[in-house]
Structure formats: C-alpha cells, structure tokens
C-alpha cells in the first residue's frame, strides 16, 4: 500500500507541472484510479482477499459489489473444504443436482472464466451458508489523500499510466509518440489481462 501523493509527485516531475496548473490533482487522482482498476484486472493478485461470502439458495451464486474476479473457494466457514470440479462432470455424473435439497453441506464448486464474478455449488447451497474465498475487488474510489491498495512495486507502471493520460489529455496538440511510449512502460510492467488470470484463476491446474 503507498500513498496517492507518491504518485502525484512523480506524475508533476514528468509532466513539469509542479504546481499542477495544466494537469490538475484531481484529475490525476481520477486517472491513477484507472490504472489501478487496469493492474487489478490484468494482475488479479495485487488484489486478491479472503473474504466470507454468505450464499443465496440455491446452486448458482454472484459475487457482489466491486468484485471482479473469483480466484478460489476454499471452505464452508467452519467447515469442510470445498473440492474445484468441473460443472460438466456434475452434469454426467448427476444430471438433476441442481434441484437437489438445499444444504451447508457443500462438497465442490465450479466456475467458468466468462462469468468470473460467478460460480455454483454442489449441492445447491441452503440460504446464508457462508464459505471462505478468494476475491479480487476494485478499490473505493481515490481521493488525495488515500491509499493505494497495490503493493509498491506498481508505483513506477502506475505513474507511466497517469502521464500517459495526462499526454493524452489535449487531442490537438498531444504528442501521441510520447503518450504511446508511457502507456507501452505501464503495458509491459503488468503484462496482459489473459496471460495473468491463467494464473489466479479459480480453473487453475485444469486441462
């Protein structure tokens, strides 16, 4: 976790604009909110928390709020651990288990990456049961004085993603070269959206 104004600093030094006249700190604050948002869903660790889910009845469940992404489902609070299985297994080996009775007995969950706020459970979960997961969320909106939620080794690709915003600012006369290349620093220190939620994802190990 760093500071808002670590960003602020380094962004007013590139930019020559100490006094932040030309690109102005809310603005700014805006902008480093986006990236961060950028860095969550390209690099689903930097954020990723364990959290108490209550679920709904039923086999289908919804990750509420600002939550982006499910990573893992470890246990029913208290309880036993849940087993990743794949939802098509259920449906071979039990066809009807979506109308099965209602439990806190959960034994396996499973999840689809084009849904990644969503994931069913086996057997359909009795209302309130709550499970231990792995959650990736946006941040509260940033205001000057917050702080980041990101460890502080994204503060150089965070500040190239500021600047880049700020170059971009003004279409007529934006130097497009320079925008491009501080978008390409911030592109290269995360990497791409794909390649890091093979890594997190709740299918992970999967063939």
Avoid: C
Wanted: aromatic share 10%; proline share 7%.
């Amino acid at each position: 976790m760093f500071p808002v104004s670590d960003i602020l600093t380094r962004s007013a030094y590139l930019l020559n604009d100490i006094e932040f006249v030309t690109y102005t700190k809310d603005e700014q604050v805006l902008w480093a909110y986006d990236g961060a948002a950028a860095i969550l869903r390209a690099r689903p660790p930097a954020g990723t928390n364990t959290e108490e889910v209550e679920l709904v009845e039923g086999p289908i469940q919804q990750l509420t709020g600002s939550a982006i992404l499910l990573s893992d489902v470890i246990r029913v609070k208290g309880g036993l651990p849940l087993e990743r299985t794949q939802r098509r297994q259920l449906d071979t080996w039990e066809p009807d288990w979506y109308q099965a009775e209602p439990t806190e007995k959960l034994v396996h969950y499973t999840y689809d990456e084009r849904k990644p706020t969503q994931f069913y459970v086996y057997p359909p979960a009795k209302a309130g049961t709550v499970v231990e997961a792995l959650v990736v969320r946006l941040p509260e909106p940033f205001n000057v004085d917050s702080d980041i939620p990101l460890s502080p080794e994204y503060i150089d690709p965070l500040t190239s993603y500021v600047v880049h915003r700020a170059i971009a600012k003004d279409t007529e006369y934006a130097d497009t070269q320079l925008a491009a290349l501080f978008y390409q620093q911030f592109s290269d220190a995360i990497g791409t959206a794909n390649q890091s939620q093979q890594v997190v994802s709740a299918n992970a190990g999967d063939a």
